[in-house]
């Protein structure tokens, strides 16, 4: 079942998108930035701590692809 989850972060224009099942725990986001990525919380990830440009290279930086980035879709009035 854990390789089914997909979790979606949405902030600012952008969406991280978290697949758990891929995740080697490098620590790779937490100590790039660690007020967005804190595994010791819930939810680990917040992205009001940082811009999008901030988020978005971080994300990238990530060697197993668990972490990855979409733009956000535009918010329905």
């Not at 978290?18 to 790779?28: E, F, K, S, V, Y």
Request: proline share 9%; hydrophobic share 40%; net charge positive.
């Amino acid at each position: 079942m854990r390789d089914r989850i997909v979790k979606r972060y949405t902030l600012n224009g952008v969406t991280v998108v978290w697949q758990p099942a891929l995740c080697r725990h490098t620590g790779i986001c937490a100590r790039g930035l660690p007020l967005v990525f804190d595994p010791r919380r819930r939810p680990w990830i917040e992205l009001e701590h940082a811009d999008a440009d901030a988020v978005t290279t971080q994300v990238e930086r990530c060697p197993s692809g668990a972490l990855t980035w979409v733009p956000a879709e535009p918010e329905e009035k």
